[in-house]
């Protein structure tokens, strides 16, 4: 048998037992050895997503593969031979979209915007078999034809690895500020650029380690947790804004021109998610700067915004949502290169077995500690 955490309804969690599944062609059955845990879990569990129950949360998972069906050997993504006991990290949504809606049809290299969009752990039930379709388990079947499997770079160990889901929509969101535009002229982010950081929770400070290992230049974080601001430093922050200390908006955006020699932001990232983020980040802007949008992936409500500054500015306001599988690489290779200077073993502060799950969730809405994973 396997235990699972399995989401009946809003709120309820429960222990769960499935069979062992059989391996079916092209699919593998790995031993989860971690999954964190993300705001988009715990929206699942407040109820302010709308899935099939039941489901197995969880979509941040790394394990190794404990057996691998008929053809499955051969797709690992990068062509790389998979063998058992390989340490592996699968894109949690799926490659086979829907193929015929108009984003399907005519933008087929932006997956996220299928209206029919299938991903593991969130959106996936768990009623029929394999059940495992999610990584709060202690193990988790993978349909490898229809979904992402990467091989782990040598040398990154799974807590590390475990980063690369949310890695990938960091380094996602860092990647929108490089166009439209060429840096050298002083559009979009380039080498040597600055970087704000509004939110130093785990999607801010995985996008303070992408901006540092791809070369930014001052990289400045705003927050008010000790812990938070302390990892973001020891990430790449040179300039720390605490929020106990600069208390308002305007004192925060002159800190930010102070910074910048009075110029602005080259970027601003808002990994808040807090609607007054929003037009404070758009203050900080330089003239013909950018601000990237990728903390409000729920809807917490609405905020003012003075449109003439975004027009003045001649800036660009982009959106980041999610990521197309492809990103999983530029994660992977972000994670190996910046573990080598960067503290990232260490931002999984938590961990608790699937049993525990429901005290991870109480865990993070606590804000102690900086990231949680489950275990197996
Ligand atoms: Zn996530
Ligand atoms: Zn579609």
Redo the contacts with the bound molecule.
């Keep these: 048998m396997v235990k699972s955490s399995v989401l009946e309804g809003v709120g309820k969690l429960r222990t769960c037992d499935y069979p062992r599944p059989e391996i079916g062609e092209n699919a593998i059955l790995m031993s989860m050895e971690l999954c964190?845990v993300?705001?988009?879990d715990i929206h699942l569990y407040g109820g302010n997503m709308r899935i099939p129950f039941p489901v197995i949360p969880g979509?941040?998972f790394v394990g190794r593969i404990e057996e691998l069906g008929e053809g499955a050997e051969g797709l690992e993504v990068k062509g790389q031979p998979l063998s058992e006991g390989d340490l592996i990290a699968v894109v949690p949504g799926t490659n086979a979209f829907c193929g015929s809606c108009y984003f399907c049809r005519f933008m087929p290299h932006k997956p996220t915007y299928c209206t029919g969009r299938r991903v593991m752990g969130v959106n996936l039930t768990c009623s029929d078999p394999p059940h495992l379709l999610g990584g709060w388990a202690e193990e988790i079947y993978v349909d490898a034809e229809h979904y992402w499997v990467y091989k782990v770079p040598e040398g990154v160990p799974a807590k590390v690895a475990v980063l690369a889901?949310?890695m990938a929509?960091s380094s996602r969101a860092v990647e929108r500020a490089f166009a439209p535009g060429i840096p050298t002229f002083g559009e979009g982010y380039g080498p040597g650029d600055s970087v704000v950081v509004q939110g130093a929770g785990p999607i801010g400070l995985l996008a303070i380690a992408a901006a540092k290992v791809a070369g930014a230049g001052d990289i400045v974080v705003i927050d008010m947790v000790d812990e938070r601001l302390e990892m973001a430093g020891r990430l790449g922050a040179d300039h720390i804004i605490d929020m106990r200390n600069h208390t308002s908006s305007e004192e925060r955006v002159e800190e930010v021109e102070r910074l910048t020699r009075g110029l602005g932001a080259d970027v601003v990232i808002e990994c808040a998610g807090v609607p007054a983020a929003v037009p404070e980040g758009i203050d900080m802007v330089r003239r013909g700067g950018k601000f990237v949008e990728v903390g409000h992936y729920t809807d917490p409500g609405n905020v003012e915004i003075n449109p003439h500054i975004v027009c003045m500015k001649d800036m660009d306001v982009l959106g980041s949502w999610a990521y197309p599988p492809t990103q999983f690489d530029t994660a992977l290779q972000l994670l190996r290169r910046g573990m080598e200077s960067l503290p990232l073993s260490e931002i999984i502060t938590h961990k608790f077995r699937v049993a525990d799950a429901e005290e991870a969730i109480r865990t993070v809405k606590s804000k102690k500690g900086i990231k949680m994973a489950i275990i197996p």
Excluded: A, N, S
């Design positions: 964190g993300c705001g988009t979509h941040e889901e949310p929509v």
